[in-house]
């Protein structure tokens, strides 16, 4: 029950009348206008900006957004769930509802605690996330990433649409032959020879050396006096299955797993032969491909940057800066023909939405590859880039030192196992994905209600000993979901309560607005603002008795807010579980 959807829908209604009678035009875009909390709780339950977003269209028969703000609200009035319906400003309504309202939330929540906040979607979404190149361990940049596109993967899911988590595999360009030719490095050392130090721009870490070890069990010395041009492609392929493995092994201490594994060189060397001439030639029939040659960049110029005439998609006609060039000029595909040849495999799946998670330094490359969505799909899929910025990490205020297992960097594995994977996840999300974020190995596992984490599951917790402490009064009494839908919820009168009550009734609406922009943080904003209305009420039982959850003098009260406590227990739950965060009975 989303009684902000539903009241969205009670306004629509009214603004049709209007229409139909001719005060508004017919074709408003309903979707312009939000029903949402209000910010000050004392305003009331409901606040609606639908004239002031209509003032334009309201002005010749109504003359402000008052007026037609002010018939709104004498329309609402009459509602038989509206206790008071009232104009603020220049056309803002704030709609105080009857309790009634909230108990109708409360025992639909409890009756269907699995569908309390869930949705009903239609649309097929495909979320690429991760996508590290498969040359080495994961480091905490990668994690970030990784956990932000599993959150928003379960986030959509449970909000009703599909969808589908997805890794590309960056196995084509030149650091899978760095990664080959550092790996055999290894192998050689393996076989008893001296190497020395890494030379520069090869992989120094140590997480090689087992590779160059199972390479011995392989091949044996059979790759030791073979020119590169023989031992590098099987190197290669080794080293990228290790690797591979490495990284799926990291992503399951995240408890992250990906449905689909799409490898970059199956473009041109798959069973379908090169997908991406095929791209440009369908991009070509629509005059989409041209040979030209593209002026010089203000400023600085790149060290990318030819003065020749290249082979360009004409992306400026979908909203870029710049035309793109598909061709190097050794004739090989650039990375950017590669994405697109790539989306492309994307949109013949079916998909309506793609969401691609990349890191902060990918955010110049976002024009373009919206660009070649458009061109490739007509305008009829989506596709939203998420960036996510840096990691810093710390411990106790002090930048953490590089890892000797990855040579120039802390690997996502060693914070894994230091922290767990809880505090990885929720402090992970609760940043936006676009600000960045400094990680404190040392305050992410303080049990204080400066540790987010902490204090989130902490709610749960005292919530669930809180069932546990009726039981043990009342030893008879039916703590299922269901029973306690029958409370009588009209006695959960105290402002604590009620702002319970209504924090809570805001899930399904917090649910919906995360999946359509895309923002998982949004659930760890929320259920950290739920647990600090519950540790507030918690803490003022403690000096006033009469408002503790077990009341071991009245039955009925204890029953009214047990409903209460399995209903927070419930969207708490529900909550972590989209952050990929244990919900603990206890905390130990």
Not at 166 to 186: F, K, T
Not at 511 to 522: G, M, T, V
Request: charged fraction near 25%; hydrophobic fraction near 45%.
């Amino acid at each position: 029950m989303n009684i902000y959807a539903d009241f969205h829908e009670r306004i629509c209604g009214l603004l049709g009348d209007f229409a139909r009678a001719g005060r508004l035009p017919k074709n408003l875009s309903m979707a312009r206008f939000v029903v949402e909390p209000p910010r000050d709780p004392e305003h009331g339950d409901l606040a609606v900006n639908a004239a002031m977003v209509f003032a334009k269209e309201a002005k010749e028969h109504f003359g402000s957004p008052r007026v037609l703000a002010s018939e709104l609200a004498m329309a609402l009035a009459n509602d038989p769930d509206v206790a008071q319906a009232e104009v603020a400003g220049p056309g803002f309504i704030n709609i105080r509802l009857k309790p009634d309202v909230f108990h109708k939330v409360v025992q639909t929540a409890l009756e269907a605690p699995q569908a309390f906040g869930r949705g009903v979607g239609a649309q097929k979404i495909n979320v690429e996330y991760v996508s590290a190149n498969p040359t080495g361990p994961m480091h905490v940049g990668h994690g970030r990433g990784a956990v932000f596109g599993d959150a928003l993967a379960n986030l959509i899911e449970f909000s009703g649409d599909a969808v589908t988590r997805e890794y590309y595999i960056n196995d084509a360009g030149a650091q899978v032959d760095v990664l080959a030719r550092s790996a055999y490095m290894r192998y050689r050392e393996a076989l008893g020879e001296t190497i020395g130090e890494i030379p520069e721009g090869l992989y120094p870490g140590d997480y090689l050396v087992p590779v160059g070890k199972a390479l011995v069990e392989k091949y044996g010395a059979a790759l030791r006096d073979k020119p590169e041009s023989d031992w590098l492609e099987p190197v290669r392929a080794f080293a990228i299955d290790a690797m591979m493995a490495m990284i799926r092994d990291d992503l399951a201490a995240l408890n992250i797993t990906h449905e689909v594994f799409f490898s970059e060189r199956s473009l041109t060397r798959g069973p379908e032969g090169d997908r991406i001439a095929r791209t440009i030639d369908t991009l070509r029939e629509s005059d989409l491909v041209y040979v030209g040659r593209l002026p010089p960049p203000k400023g600085k110029l790149p060290d990318d940057w030819e003065d020749r005439d290249q082979t360009l998609f004409r992306s400026t006609k979908f909203g870029d800066d710049v035309d793109r060039p598909l061709l190097k000029s050794d004739g090989g595909y650039t990375y950017f023909a590669s994405d697109i040849a790539y989306h492309r495999v994307k949109i013949d799946g079916g998909y309506n939405v793609l969401v691609d998670v990349w890191g902060a330094d990918h955010g110049g490359y976002v024009k373009r590859m919206e660009a070649a969505v458009k061109a490739l799909s007509f305008g009829e899929v989506a596709l939203d880039v998420k960036l996510c910025q840096l990691v810093k990490l710390m411990r106790g205020g002090e930048p953490v030192k590089m890892s000797k297992r990855a040579g120039d960097f802390v690997t996502l594995r060693e914070v894994v196992d230091e922290v767990g994977v809880d505090a990885v996840r929720f402090m992970m999300l609760y940043r936006k994905n676009d600000a960045p974020l400094e990680f404190d190995l040392a305050k992410v596992i303080e049990q204080s209600k400066d540790n987010a984490v902490f204090y989130v599951q902490y709610a749960h917790a005292r919530a669930c000993s809180v069932m546990r402490q009726a039981k043990a009064a009342f030893p008879d009494i039916d703590l299922a979901p269901a029973a306690l839908a029958r409370a009588d919820l009209a006695l959960l009168s105290d402002q604590g309560e009620q702002a319970l009550v209504k924090i809570l009734a805001q899930f399904p609406r917090v649910i919906d607005a995360a999946a359509r922009a895309h923002e998982p943080h949004r659930i760890a904003f929320y259920l950290h603002e739920a647990a600090s209305l519950f540790h507030a009420h918690w803490n003022r039982g403690k000096d006033e008795p009469q408002l503790r959850f077990v009341n071991e003098k009245s039955r009925e009260m204890t029953i009214a807010r047990l409903a209460l406590v399995c209903f927070f227990t419930n969207v708490l739950a529900a909550g972590l579980g989209i952050l990929g965060v244990n919900a603990p009975q206890e905390m130990r």
